[in-house]
């Protein structure tokens, strides 16, 4: 698979406690089908009714144009608490295969991954938890598979507060 250095980040405030960050290759691959996400699969804003005030994060990008190395943030703006942090482990981002990391505020954090174990909080001590998909035909209940729902909460430090994180990729 080939490294794809020249990245596009684009944060999109979708309510005011919901926000998307579209990542994707600018220049020559930007117009590439494969990074484009299919319209029955994406995000379906108009159902929602909230209207845009003040957005409840704060989005931070860190990194050189070209450069392999990118760093994002997101802080909750009344607390200043940081909720995502990437400097822990650079994006790698490929034709076939994305890995990044973040550093999360507590260790608090429940779902992503298959739910092995006997309890449903996820076990952080430097462990990597990957995610494959393969997709199946319809089966025998007319329904098509492809496994996985990379979705995960995080309790973080101040006033009680927690946040979702869903990954969407094509």
Same mark, same amino acid.
């Given at each position: #698979?080939?490294?794809?250095?020249? !990245?596009?980040?684009?944060?999109? %405030?979708?309510?005011?406690? =919901?926000?998307?960050?579209?990542?994707?290759? #600018?220049?020559? !691959?930007?117009?590439?089908?494969?990074?484009?996400?299919?319209?029955?699969? %994406?995000?379906?804003?108009?159902?929602?009714?909230?209207?845009?005030?003040?957005?409840?994060?704060?989005?931070?990008?860190?990194?050189?144009?070209?450069? %392999?190395?990118?760093?994002?943030? =997101?802080?909750?703006?009344?607390?200043?608490?940081?909720?995502?942090?990437?400097?822990? %482990?650079?994006?790698?981002?490929?034709?076939?295969?994305? #890995? *990044?990391?973040?550093?999360?505020?507590?260790?608090?954090?429940?779902?992503?991954?298959?739910?092995?174990?006997?309890?449903?909080? !996820?076990? !952080?001590?430097?462990?990597?938890?990957?995610? *494959?998909?393969?997709?199946?035909?319809?089966?025998?209940?007319? *329904?098509?598979?492809?496994? #996985?729902?990379?979705?995960?909460?995080?309790?973080?430090?101040?006033?009680?507060?927690?946040?979702? =994180?869903?990954?969407?990729?094509?």
């Amino acid at each position: #698979s080939i490294p794809i250095n020249d !990245l596009e980040f684009y944060p999109t %405030a979708v309510t005011n406690t =919901v926000f998307k960050i579209t990542i994707k290759p #600018s220049g020559t !691959l930007s117009n590439y089908e494969a990074y484009k996400m299919p319209s029955e699969y %994406a995000f379906d804003e108009s159902k929602l009714t909230q209207t845009l005030d003040e957005n409840a994060y704060v989005f931070e990008i860190d990194g050189r144009i070209g450069s %392999a190395k990118h760093n994002w943030f =997101v802080r909750r703006r009344d607390t200043g608490e940081l909720i995502w942090d990437s400097t822990m %482990a650079p994006l790698f981002f490929e034709e076939q295969y994305i #890995s *990044f990391g973040t550093r999360l505020p507590t260790d608090h954090v429940y779902g992503l991954a298959e739910g092995r174990g006997r309890n449903l909080k !996820l076990d !952080l001590n430097y462990n990597r938890h990957t995610i *494959f998909n393969r997709f199946r035909d319809q089966g025998e209940d007319g *329904f098509t598979t492809t496994g #996985s729902v990379p979705f995960y909460m995080a309790f973080e430090k101040e006033k009680g507060n927690c946040h979702g =994180v869903y990954f969407q990729n094509n």
